[in-house]
């Protein structure tokens, strides 16, 4: 989850509500979908243009308008003046560096939230804005790119399956966030696996790459923090808000988001906690290796330098050494060359160098 | 308390309300067991379905369903639409990685609680989750596997002892969560324990295995954590909560299971404190250890280094070098090496390198 | 303050209420004393049991029934009996390792609060849990052992000093706590002091023992914590409770109180920074160490290697080595040689090495 | 951004209310400039006198006086008076040490806030602080120096551009406000490319430059914290104040403004995270590069010593030792050192030494 | 600033109320100096017993009487009497120790304060109590130790200069307090300079007195903040207290002494986290250099070590060993000396072994 680097700062001294797209650069038009639908029936529409959605809406059912690409900034300015979004929430939108919020305006509430999902081939997770404004019957929903998480909803809308049919906008709303952060399980477990997967090389071979390995997840780590934190706000904001547009049977299932908000902080700090531990592992490993290492040096230096002091002398030319005549004077040497390794060798051994 | 890989994934895109079985695979059918009491009397019967369970429920006397076995979908569903049991509730009780937590629904309390024992043949701590739905006279719990803690509750209920057989459903229920707050300071003690042993350990030999015993509790410590925090905001939405279901003079003892929360989280936060100190004395005597190594290497290498090039210099075949002639040439250089050797050690003693 | 492994796990599974004393096993029957006074006269007896207790008290007076020995159920049964004692109060004074608390029941105010006691021969702090019942006109407090630091109020009592004789019983719990806490200044106070006197050590010579002194002391303080913290609570518990058994002029030396275990909490933390501190100075005056010896030990081998591979040079036996033939071969080797060394010492000197 | 030595205690003493200016030292005279505008029009003018600036004020319209240059008391003095601004105010212009903040006196609403802007060529961040007094229709800005960030808000004035005209003073000090908090995700968006450039050469090579600048990183992000953390406060203020200064709908602006801040320390705390971790990484890779070393030396030692050890054995003078005068004798030790090496590297090379 | 050791636990046991001396024990007798004033005229007397302080006081006017000296408790007593000053204020006054702490009793607000002050000789940090009681017109201050840094109030109160003869007792408390809170930015500031001096000595040459000196200031803040983190609860307690003896007009200073107190705070963190990261960094020198001296280790041992080993081969004294005869046997065995040498500094050079 390398950071792209988007430029923040481009916006600093233009007029709050400038509709600027901050984020990655694309090219291609963006895409809609329209889904309208009762208890009884429902329709899926891709019009190719905002316009067109608008002529789609019908308030007397639930109509939700799905608008993937936000680097337009025509396409989110007219999308605000035909459904009246507030400036602010415009702008945000348009913002993919948004902070995770959930905002009141009149009449709409406005909702900013970020989708996770995981790339298998690539091993990295992908962060994409979700922006979400919530009117009476009408739900409008903002993304970066197309494909998302939301599939399984569009099938419950197309397959009647379950409550969703029979509720208004608000359900649907609730139900696009449900899927979202049921998908930070999925990340968090991918993350936990490769934590429980590092912890496994790390015991078993202390190598740079686990302990790069393990920094890397704690820095997802970090900026998953970022999108799940502001999260749980989010989810306390919507369910504690009296609003109107937001029906009394659905508190109850956005309570139950909140809840899972909780979970997923927890085990993001369970994560930090088991992260730093097995840096902690992977360091004192190395500092035993390290010890390893040394003792071995000093065991050959200390049985060595003697026995090497030892045969220098007897390398010396002096005239007069009178062990050198010696017929037994060379085994006698040798002897007490190994005595004295052997000594030391003991002497290591009581003293519990090789544990 | 290795954790199972359970996939909680698998729920992304459900609708909510949908029971799905998050935990263990399990093929054993699920167990009942139901007690039905007064003041006076009482039943305890082993029907073999969920219906025959309900069948048995009397709402003129307490009623406790015990249903060892979540792994069924089907059964769960079934129990939910008896007892109108809430559906999100109905999820939470198949999805055995739910957080701790207490929520009220219209005529019912749920409490979803982890219940944790420990092993001593592996010395490992088994989690399993207990959700608790608790209505008028009525109390129905669900495991994830028969065997539990219970059984002094049932004796209890059996032998007529003390106010149980008295008081409603609720007490019960205080009960059950009482007895499974005193086994979380069972456990805490045992790592205690262990900590102290590997403290000691650590103090007379401070091996690798004592390191990773530490850190092997410090992990558990983690996952505890997250059963144990979650555990206070449940004794203390209990305690709060004005509901009919929940009798004042229960409400005495749901404030007594709060404070023996507290005091686990403190013990906790201690045991902690303690292994990541024991972590610090771990290190330090590595450190320790390591200087006593270098000290060694260095003080054989100071003292043999010189004498290794003083026999050197003797060992030189220069064609005039007079000292080799000297008659006393060679006793002198071995004086002077002895010198030069307490010289150095006298000169180590001094400057404090042996202590 | 080696925590004495009681087993509080015991209580697993018994009804609350139950009386169990958790704790050191004892076999001395218990002690009692009672007082009662108003402010013109005073009586101290010392009963044989908890009954006669009863029969001194006199309830238009103060009693004090002071019971030291809790480790029989039977007399704190009987207890609970004679004078109305709330069960679960009951259950948290027969185990020791209560957290301290205080709660209110009807008609009587209960605390638990930890009594430090530091033994100067042994250099270990003793706790001792002391409970209190306060009720219209008497207090009875409970003790582990006989032996406390209660004699300065008995004294009080005994001479009419002061306030405490015009006052109530409320007023004499206070006077109890406040002589409680003023010990916890007098331990954190000794353990400051030996934090100085091993700050003192490990400047002037870092050794082993210094830094098993810290953790000694941190870990010390990790306990008291568990005392001090919820001391916090209970003052602020009983300074905010407007209970008729607390008289308003009372309410403010309760104040006192809770601002002296707010300073307790900052001494206590400040322990905890220097302790933490020291150790850091410890292990940076090891590391430090390290360096002077890796330091001594390259210096020593890169003058030597050098020096002794050039003697080995000309202890080459060679056919054809003009030099060693030369007359002035030998002095100008020992010649370079000296060079050598001077040369590379005062490169030494110039890079720092010797600082 | 080395902290210039201000001397903030040159205050201690004075009464309060009394302007000094502490801060750099300047000597250039004050310099002024002064919007007036309407929705319909607007004049800009650069008046020599605080005395001045007062002239052109019309209460009719929105006022904007920028002040550059607060060294002078006698100014600041002279602007009291005039504008009525509370000797509290004044005495925090004149401070540029000053912690951001909102404060409302009669009439008038006073806030400090600091404007960092980023020098490219000297990659450091320079801070500045700007005062705001807000009065009905009219707002008074101080700053330390001319240039500034202000340069589009004053281009939105004179073009007419977006809701600045049509809005009153509340709204333009809203919008001064905005463009310095857009700043501040410039800094740290430059900070976050530094770090990552820092992460891509410690990865590469860990050198001491790039600790150091990890090190100076952090020291900014410290200073940073005391200039973003208040702000929110003062964000948080200023949206709560019910004034009849601010108009309601500027206060849904200043809940953006708020929200940004919220971001900003999010980041800021990220940021920290990160250089945290890099200082890890850092010490880590110093670690092992350091244990590469050590295993160099040992492998080294480990095989010559011995191989030095034999060549010294047969060096040796003895009379009489048989190996010297067989004719394989030679051969063959240089046989059995080249086995010895190559079981030495063989050992190693399983022992996982090179790994 | 090393703690003066005070026994605070002699206190133990004494009824509340009882005024000892807890601090340095001091002979010389108290020192008076009384103020009465208002806005046309004032006195300064110094009179040698409290009870013609007491003669002097006119409540008609302002009357500020100050107490150097509160070692003896029977002036303290018979202060309390004259004043009516509340029994666990007196008590405060005499405990240096005592915790800095604003309280309320009936006519009188009791104020505790640290005052310090630093010593350019000694280099040391000063700490003093001092205790405010406020009544109706009414100051009375209690110092240590004769010299404050009250004096420019005295003056300003000499001199009839700023409002400060125009306000009543209320203010002239709050400017002690603000002058108390002006020093020891004074202080922080002398500590900030102190650590960027050890920041450039470290940066320069990490040497042992640079690691003492950041400990040092260490330890200074830990017990500077037991003095302004309370300072910042009794500026809140005194801003929001509706008294009778505090104006209206007041309080918007008090609210500017609050703000400075969290400001104090603020810098005082931030100085903690720069003498953490200082810490870091001169750790991590010494971990650099370590590294350095290793290397050179390492490098003169792999290249002498090889070198040793071929000159000791041709010292062997084999009969047979053919190269000894050769002519140009002792040029080529240097040569390719030299080879090895000259290669393997290409080879470390290569990998980076010099950077």
Redesign the interface.
């Known amino acids: 989850m390398r ?1 792209r ?1 988007k ?3 481009l ?8 509709v600027v797209h901050i984020g990655e650069e694309r090219t291609v038009p963006p895409e809609y979908r329209v889904f309208t639908y009762t208890e009884n029936n429902f329709s899926e529409q891709t019009p190719s243009s905002i316009d067109e959605c608008n002529a789609l809406v019908d308030r007397s059912r639930v109509t939700w308008i799905n608008l993937d690409g936000i680097h337009e900034p025509a396409v989110l300015t007219r999308a605000g003046e035909i459904f009246h979004i ?1 400036p ?1 929430a415009l702008e945000d939108i348009g913002n993919t560096e ?2 995770p ?1 959930a ?1 009141e ?1 009149e009449g709409q509430i406005f909702i900013v939230i970020k989708m996770l999902t995981y790339d298998e081939a690539t091993r990295t997770i992908r962060s994409e804005q979700v922006s979400m404004v919530l009117m009476r019957n009408l739900l409008i929903t903002f993304q970066e790119r197309p494909g998302d ?1 939301f ?3 569009r099938d ?1 809308i197309r397959n009647s ?4 049919r029979r509720m208004g906008a608000d359900y649907l709303g609730y ?1 696009l966030i ?2 979202i952060v ?2 930070y ?2 990340i968090l ?1 991918v993350l ?2 490769r934590l ?1 997967d590092l912890e496994d090389a790390i ?1 078993e ?1 202390p ?2 790459e686990s ?2 390995g393990v ?1 890397q997840i ?2 997802e780590l ?2 998953l ?2 999108s799940i ?2 999260l749980r706000e989010v989810a306390a904001a919507l369910e504690k808000r009296e609003s109107d547009l937001i029906a009394k049977s659905t508190i ?2 956005l ?2 988001v909140y ?1 899972h908000t ?2 997923l902080i ?2 993001l700090e ?1 994560l930090r ?2 992260s730093s ?1 097995l ?6 490993s ?6 390893v ?6 065991l ?3 049985i ?6 030892i ?11 009178p ?5 037994w ?2 085994p006698a ?2 002897g007490l060359m190994a005595a004295i390794t052997i000594g030391m060798l003991i002497y290591f051994k009581r003293s ?1 160098w090789f ?1």
């Open positions: 950071k680097r430029k923040l700062s916006k600093a001294g233009l007029p709050p509500g400038t507030h602010l948004q902070r919020k905002e305006y998480v599939e399984p909803v419950r399956k379950g409550k969703l139900a449900d899927v049921d998908n399980y999925y477990e936990g696996e429980e015991a071979n190598g740079k302990l790069s920094q704690k820095k970090i900026y923090r970022k934190w502001p109850l299932y309570r139950d809840d909780i979970e927890d085990t369970s906690d088991i531990s840096i902690d592992i992977y360091l004192s190395i500092s035993n290796r390290q010890n290492v040394m003792k071995t040096l000093t050959i230096a200390t060595f330098m003697p026995l090497t002091f045969v220098g002398v007897y390398g010396m030319n002096f005239k007069d050494m062990e050198l005549k010696l017929a004077g060379y040497v040798l519990g544990r």
